[in-house]
Each structure stands twice: as structure tokens, then as C-alpha cells.
């Protein structure tokens, strides 16, 4: 009687600690996330310019976290789990909040439902993303696309109307119609099946070096001098490879179809 309570009670597995190598990342992390939180301070106070700034920084951070744990081979599916519920508050949350205080606020019940709809958009997306993961069937060429636009550059474009209103005045752009616009619009180019680049795995030739880091630093450069045009421009340039990314998965998709065609099993 003893013996089968003892197998029948489930055994706890215990929580084994984490190496400094896993640490490093998961504290870039949880900097992303104070970022994106103080973004939302800032938006509360109507300092919009630092609240974009912060959103900015949590972007860079974000960014950093997963190449550091490829560096020190440090990454964990608990800062994978971290790192998806940052996403989500820093690029989710934090993006709709600010745009709900700047803009939508006036446009009460609607405005908030739209604001809770990109929230939500985002939240799917990283939970596909997710799931997409761990398809171990997925062909190679796979990994040099996402599928709808990542949460951060999901951010990114959502906010370019007070992004812009920072140069031309906001007399246009942060009307709520406009607003409600850019909410929808990116919200369903989050969820959609668009097929946008992965910039993970793209290698640089080496005559192309030296240019890539001269491009590199010129936008540097401007950052610092005329950070608001620059990081508009920026944003207008990833909607321009849209059309590109669409066609050259396309290509791949073809290519696939025809090797198959070759190559039956």
C-alpha cells in the first residue's frame, strides 16, 4: 500500500539554477523590459520624444540578447520564455499605450478597442513565432524570412506617425484617423502570412564589407545629428522591401516545387 502511493505522487522537478553564460543574456532582457516600461512613464508624463527613445533602446537590447546567447551558447528555453513575454509588453503593450495617451484617447471606446487589438496582434504573433520554432520540417530557405513583420519593427512602423510629428508638427499625423490607421494596418501585417527578410543570416561578401560599415556608420551618424528623420527614413526603407521579400520567397517556393519535381521521394 506504502509502495503505490509513493509511485502514484508526482515527482517535482526541481529548479537546477542558471550558468553565468545564461545569465548575461537573460539580464539584457529584463533591461529591454525596463526600457519598454519607462517608455510608458515617459508617455504618461507626454515626454514622447524619450518615450520613443526608450522603445528604441529596448529594440537595441532586444537585438542583442538573442546574439549574445548564440555567443557564449548561453541560450535556455527560460530566456526564450523571458524574451517572448518582454517582446510582447515592450513591442505590444508598450507601443499601444503611447499612441492610445498621444492620439486615440479622444477617440474613446473605439480608439481603446483598436489600441487592445494591436496589443492582442502582437501576442499572436510571438505565440506563432513560437510555435514555428520547434518545426523541425521546415525547408532551409525558411530561415531567411519571417512570417508577418516582427514585433519589433511591428513597433517600429506603428509609431511612425509620432515619429514624424516630431519634424512636420502634428496637426496632421496625430490625427486619430491616421492613427487608427497605422494600428490596424501593422497589426494585421503582424499576423498575416506576408513574408518579410530575416536579417539573422545574411552574410555580407567581403568587397562588401568595407561599404556595409561605411553605410553603418553613416547612419550613425545621422542618428545623432537628425535622429528623427533618420529613424523615419529607416522605417520607409523596410516597407520598401515588402514587395522584395515577397517575390524573392516566391522564387524560393518555386525553386523548391521544381527540385521536388526532380528529386521525387
Known amino acids: 500500500m506504502t509502495t503505490e502511493t ?8 526541481r529548479f537546477r539554477g542558471l550558468t553565468i553564460n545564461t545569465m548575461i543574456p537573460n539580464i539584457l ?4 523590459l525596463a526600457a519598454g516600461l519607462t517608455a510608458m512613464r515617459f508617455a504618461i508624463e507626454e515626454r514622447w520624444e524619450y518615450a520613443v527613445l526608450a522603445l528604441v533602446a529596448s529594440a537595441i537590447l532586444d537585438t ?85 513583420v516582427p514585433a519589433p519593427a511591428g513597433a517600429g512602423l506603428v509609431l ?15 490625427n486619430p484617423w491616421v492613427v487608427a490607421f497605422f494600428l490596424f494596418s501593422v497589426g494585421g501585417l503582424l499576423v498575416s502570412a506576408f ?6 543570416k545574411v552574410k555580407i561578401p567581403p568587397r562588401w564589407v568595407l561599404p556595409t560599415m561605411l553605410i553603418v556608420a553613416g ?20 516597407l520598401g522591401t515588402f514587395p522584395l521579400s515577397y517575390q524573392t520567397q516566391r522564387r524560393y517556393e518555386r525553386n523548391s516545387k521544381v527540385s521536388e519535381t526532380d528529386n521525387p521521394a
Not at 532582457?29 to 529591454?32: C, E, G, P
Not at 548564440?70 to 526564450?80: N, P, V
Not at 514624424?164 to 499625423?173: N, R
Not at 547612419?219 to 523596410?238: C, K
Open 6 to 13: 509513493s509511485k502514484s505522487t508526482p515527482t517535482r522537478r
Open 29 to 32: 532582457t529584463l533591461l529591454a
Open 64 to 148: 542583442l540578447d538573442g546574439r549574445v546567447a548564440r555567443l557564449l551558447m548561453g541560450a535556455s528555453k527560460f530566456g526564450a520564455e523571458l524574451d517572448s513575454l518582454s517582446d510582447f509588453v515592450c513591442f505590444g503593450v508598450a507601443p499601444a499605450m503611447i499612441l492610445y495617451l498621444w492620439s486615440m484617447q479622444v477617440a474613446g471606446r473605439p480608439g481603446w478597442i483598436l489600441v487592445m487589438l494591436f496589443a492582442m496582434c502582437c501576442g499572436l504573433r510571438l505565440a506563432r513565432f513560437n510555435v514555428a520554432l520547434e518545426d523541425e520540417n521546415a525547408p532551409a530557405w525558411k530561415a531567411h524570412f519571417f512570417t508577418g
Open 160 to 174: 511612425l506617425p509620432l515619429v514624424l510629428s516630431f519634424q512636420i508638427g502634428d496637426e496632421i499625423v496625430r
Open 195 to 200: 513574408p518579410t527578410f530575416s536579417f539573422k
Open 219 to 238: 547612419i550613425a551618424a545621422f542618428s545623432f545629428s537628425i535622429p528623427w528623420i533618420t529613424l523615419a527614413t529607416l522605417l520607409l526603407v523596410y
